[in-house]
């Protein structure tokens, strides 16, 4: 192959990995969206709170059943389809939230978009994993980036448009960057499908590899943690009077070491190894969560927060890279949908309980109960990924995994 050939391989490559770095963006983009705007849904329509948190944590069960159920079939030389496909239903999705005005025609939006994200998702990270090679630590990293850059800018297209154009013009913009985005996976993705081995209808029997077990626990504890953080962060600055710029400034700084620090942290993992680079994380953020339970200033728990979110974004991206490094390249749709399934399913159960210990009794036991639910996953994590936990390998290592799988 000569130089030119190469330089036009690697052009080639980094145009697929940043379409689908785009379409991670503008996908997690339209969530932002919506979370800033649920209290416009209840000025404007009249929607009330319950059936706000309704329409809200539907998408948690949405995203897990259809990333666990639909994942599989990226695998099976359906990938660019499900990616368009997905991003089709949640352009639908999006517009329905943007214009509907009653809580039927917004719920159905939210299922529907859901629906979309969670077809499209674990297609999109299989792409990610099979043509990176020996940069899918780092790919995956920046991946991770690019989606939580895309929620984070969903509150500031939010804050642009609704005074001008409303409620729909955030949406109707979320919808064509997806648009955009489903345009250049089309136009750079190529369908490259390893089919020698039939892969199954579901990725469960994939828990039979121990590494991927434990990298799923361990991947689902990271979203325990954000359940319980979320569910607490609002009223337990608002019963401290925390100052209300000082509260939503947090959630925005938060975000920041997790976009800038992602590709080192994915080849942080890639190196160290993901698993004790997880576990690390998970360790460390239940430090930082009983720490919270204590403190009885606003102020100081927005300090400490800054460096919860440096040390977040060194480990967050671990366990998807771990998940990429332990299953085979002809199941890794399915085996990132069930990651993704099960830690929103996570986030999704950890929410209301933790809501419920923190109004019946209070702030300390609340976070103190999801420190201890992390660190005990943390641990069961490791227990279960086995002595390779402790070492790093790549996906061409089959004795870790069932050659038939």
């Known amino acids: 192959?000569?130089?030119?050939?190469?330089?036009?391989?690697?052009?080639?490559?980094?145009?697929v990995h940043w379409s689908l770095f785009a379409m991670s963006a503008a996908l997690s983009s339209g969530y932002g969206t919506l979370f800033t705007l649920v209290g416009d849904y209840r000025d404007e329509y009249g929607i009330s709170e319950s059936m706000i948190g309704l329409i809200i944590?539907?998408?948690?069960?949405?995203?897990?059943?259809?990333q666990t159920l639909l994942g599989p079939l990226g695998d099976q030389g359906r990938a660019k389809v499900m990616i368009v496909g997905g991003t089709a239903a949640n352009i639908v999705g999006l517009i329905m939230?943007?214009?509907?005005?009653?809580?039927?025609?917004?719920?159905?939006?939210?299922i529907i978009s859901g629906l979309g994200i969670g077809a499209a998702i674990p297609p999109l990270k299989r792409f990610v994993v099979v043509q990176s090679k020996e940069n899918v630590g780092r790919n995956l990293g920046i991946l991770f980036s690019t989606d939580v850059a895309g929620f984070a800018i969903g509150p500031v297209i939010?804050?642009?448009?609704?005074?001008?154009?409303?409620?729909?013009g955030p949406f109707v913009v979320v919808a064509a960057a997806n648009a955009v985005a489903a345009v250049l996976v089309l136009a750079n993705v190529e369908e490259n499908?390893?089919?020698?081995?039939?892969?199954?209808?579901?990725?469960?029997?994939?828990?039979?590899?121990?590494?991927?077990?434990?990298?799923?626990i361990l991947g689902t504890a990271t979203f325990v943690m954000i359940g319980t953080f979320d569910?607490?962060?609002?009223?337990?600055?608002?019963?401290?009077?925390?100052?209300?710029?000082?509260?939503?400034?947090?959630?925005?700084?938060?975000?920041?070491?997790?976009?800038?620090?992602?590709?080192?942290?994915g080849k942080l993992a890639q190196r160290r190894g993901p698993f004790r680079i997880a576990a690390i994380g998970l360790v460390v953020a239940s430090m930082f969560m009983g720490i919270y339970g204590v403190l009885t200033v606003g102020a100081v728990i927005f300090a400490f927060t800054m460096g919860h979110a440096i040390t977040d974004g060194l480990t967050f991206a671990a366990s998807g890279v771990a998940v990429g490094l332990t299953v085979p390249e002809h199941r890794q749709a399915g085996a990132q949908g069930l990651l993704g399934g099960m830690q929103a399913l996570g986030a999704g159960i950890?929410?209301?309980?933790?809501?419920?210990?923190?109004?019946?009794?209070?702030?300390?036991?609340?976070?103190?109960?999801?420190?201890?639910?992390v660190l005990v996953m943390a641990i069961v994590g490791?227990?279960?990924?086995g002595p390779t936990a402790w070492t790093t390998y790549s996906p061409e290592d089959h004795d870790l995994a069932d050659p038939h799988a």
Do not use: C
Not at 1 to 15: I, L, N, P, S
Not at 98 to 109: C, D, N, Q, R
């Open 382 to 385: 490791m227990l279960v990924a």
């Open 193 to 216: 499908e390893n089919l020698e081995i039939e892969p199954s209808r579901f990725a469960f029997d994939l828990l039979r590899i121990r590494p991927f077990a434990g990298a799923v």
């Open 158 to 168: 939010s804050a642009v448009l609704v005074g001008p154009l409303g409620i729909p």
């Open 350 to 373: 950890m929410a209301p309980i933790t809501g419920w210990v923190y109004e019946s009794q209070g702030q300390q036991m609340a976070y103190w109960v999801g420190a201890g639910t």
């Open 97 to 110: 939230l943007g214009f509907g005005t009653t809580a039927s025609v917004l719920l159905l939006g939210r």
């Open 1 to 15: 192959m000569t130089a030119t050939d190469v330089k036009a391989t690697t052009e080639k490559g980094d145009q």
């Open 231 to 265: 569910a607490l962060w609002d009223v337990v600055h608002s019963d401290l009077d925390t100052p209300e710029w000082m509260a939503n400034l947090g959630i925005a700084l938060f975000a920041i070491p997790l976009v800038l620090l992602g590709p080192f942290a």
């Open 57 to 66: 944590g539907v998408g948690f069960l949405v995203a897990f059943v259809s």
